[in-house]
């Protein structure tokens, strides 16, 4: 019983070997073309080789210089601007940096003035006091939230362009490696510099 | 982007009126039971004659209707302006006239006046007691003579 249900499968996988075969269409000459890849003699074939080389190294400087998303964003969410300055955006790093502490200073600021003035009017108990505070620490709270709401909108603006901005960073630096493997004449402040 | 943005300000927007500041004070009249006590009125004032050995000033006010006090605070200051320091508490509602002899001298005193009204009425306690708003009598002060 077991043997003709193993005969039965092989059966069945050779039928769908078959069937596949011809659909694949496997061409022959193709496969058997000396100058498949473009090589028309040996010097050809080590320029190629010469040219993989060179961009496998590329890729590894790439591999090193470049920056993860992630570990930006990560960067950036503990403090707004932090991301940018790791790939080397720091003026939007400062404004970012500069205006995340000005609006989490500020709403903290307004935040312990309200709560100075609602201690205040919980201990009150005169009508004028109790509503004179409990007015001032409504006031100093609801600037605090509005700060801390704006503190909120930048440090979500901060995330999205870190990621933005370190995808850029990274279409930058390839292309660079790319532009200085294929400029081998390049100015520089001694003079021109030739590379071979 | 700006969905994301505006996704932002929506979020924001509702932390913002979501929180806010318990009226948690329980001699709030706006987060309690507690009526506020009415203003005292007909405050009047009047001192020792001249020549009088123990001055004194008799500060009398027109008594506030049940439910509206359980008694009053009466403040004196030595400048219209100045720090009104608080000299009397009056437990009952229907007293009239108080008279201030605590080291009177010749000169200027001003005077405040406030009803108060306890958080329990039955079981009064003096750490819980709303004071209403302060008024001040008809005539600015007055001039106690020499």
Redesign the interface.
């Known amino acids: 019983m077991k043997k003709s249900i193993k005969t039965i499968s092989l059966i069945i996988c050779l039928i769908i070997i078959f069937i596949q075969l011809p659909a694949q269409g496997f061409d022959i000459n193709k496969f058997s073309d000396p100058k498949k890849y473009g090589w028309d003699d040996y010097n050809d074939r080590a320029e190629y080789r010469k040219d993989l080389g060179e961009r496998q190294e590329l890729l590894q400087l790439y591999e090193i210089r470049t920056k993860s998303i992630t570990y930006t964003m990560a960067k950036s969410a503990i403090f707004p601007g932090w991301g940018h300055y790791s790939i080397g955006a720091y003026s939007k790093g400062h404004t970012f940096l500069t205006g995340g502490v000005v609006l989490a200073g500020a709403g903290l600021y307004f935040y312990s003035r309200?709560q100075d003035y609602?201690k205040q009017?919980?201990n009150?108990?005169?009508?004028?006091v109790?509503n004179s505070n409990?007015d001032k620490?409504?006031q100093n709270?609801?600037t605090s939230?509005?700060f801390?709401?704006a503190y909120?909108?930048l440090w979500?603006?901060n995330l999205?362009d870190s990621s933005e901005s370190t995808e850029r960073y990274n279409a930058e630096l390839w292309n660079n490696l790319m532009n200085k493997r294929f400029d081998n004449v390049s100015l520089t402040p001694t003079g021109i510099e030739v590379r071979f | 982007?700006k969905k994301?943005?505006k996704l932002?300000?929506v979020?924001?927007?509702l932390?913002?009126l979501s929180?806010?500041?318990d009226?948690?004070?329980p001699?709030?009249?706006?987060g309690s039971h507690i009526n506020?006590?009415k203003k005292v009125t007909g405050i009047d004032l009047s001192s020792s004659g001249q020549g009088a050995i123990d001055k004194f000033v008799v500060i009398s006010w027109t008594p506030l209707p049940e439910g509206d006090a359980n008694g009053y605070f009466i403040y004196r200051s030595r400048s219209y302006d100045g720090t009104f320091d608080l000299i009397a508490e009056i437990r009952n509602r229907e007293e009239s006239l108080y008279t201030d002899n605590y080291k009177i001298v010749t000169g200027p005193y001003f005077y405040k006046m406030?009803a108060f009204v306890y958080l329990d009425e039955d079981n009064p306690n003096d750490n819980e007691?709303?004071?209403?708003?302060?008024n001040r009598p008809g005539k600015a002060g007055i001039v106690v003579p020499q």
Do not use: F, H, W
């Open positions: 309200s609602y009017y919980k009150a108990s005169q009508i004028d109790i409990y620490a409504e709270y609801n939230m509005i801390l709401a909120v909108i979500g603006y999205y | 982007m994301l943005i932002l300000i979020i924001s927007s932390i913002m929180c806010g500041l009226r948690s004070n001699l709030d009249p706006a506020t006590p406030s007691r709303l004071e209403g708003p302060l």
